[in-house]
Nanobody, 127 residues
Framework: QVQLVESGGGLVQAGGSLRLACAAS????????MGWFRQTPGKEREFVAA????????YYADSVKGRFTISRDNVKNTVYLQMNSLKPEDTAVYYC????????????????????WGQGTQVTVSS
C-alpha cells in the first residue's frame, strides 16, 4: 500500500510556472504507474498526465500538452508535475494517483484505473 501527499500548489499569475510534487510512502514506489488529475467544483475529475513505472512513457491531456511535464524520481519516491505557461483555466485542485502494476510501460488515463490518491493541492491561476 502507498500513501501519497501532494505539495507545491499556490497562486500564480497567468504565464507563470509551478512545480507540484507528490511524495509516496511505502515500499516499492517504482512498481507504481503514476498520474495527475485535476478537478474544479461541480465537474468530474479530469486527466492531466500519466507516467509509466519505467519513467519513459508519458501521456498528456491535449489541454496541457507542451506546457506540462510529468516526471519521477524513484530514489526520492516522488512524482512531479512541472507546469509552465499557466492559464486561468488550469485553476483546479490537483491530485496525484498511483496504481501498482507489473507492466513497466503502461500509462493509465482514467481515474478508475488508479487505486491510490493523494488529498489534493490547490492551484489558482489569476488573469
Amino acid at each position: 500500500q502507498v500513501q501519497l501527499v501532494e505539495s507545491g500548489g499556490g497562486l500564480v499569475q497567468a504565464g507563470g510556472s509551478l512545480r507540484l510534487a507528490c511524495a509516496a510512502s511505502g515500499p516499492t514506489f517504482s512498481n507504481y504507474a503514476m498520474g495527475w488529475f485535476r478537478q474544479t467544483p461541480g465537474k468530474e475529475r479530469e486527466f492531466v498526465a500519466a507516467l509509466s513505472r519505467s519513467g519513459d512513457r508519458t501521456y498528456y491531456a491535449d489541454s496541457v500538452k507542451g506546457r506540462f511535464t510529468i516526471s519521477r524520481d524513484n530514489v526520492k519516491n516522488t512524482v512531479y508535475l512541472q507546469m509552465n505557461s499557466l492559464k486561468p483555466e488550469d485553476t483546479a485542485v490537483y491530485y496525484c494517483a498511483a496504481k501498482w502494476t507489473l507492466i513497466y510501460t503502461i500509462v493509465l488515463r482514467t481515474p478508475g484505473e488508479y487505486n491510490y490518491w493523494g488529498q489534493g493541492t490547490q492551484v489558482t491561476v489569476s488573469s
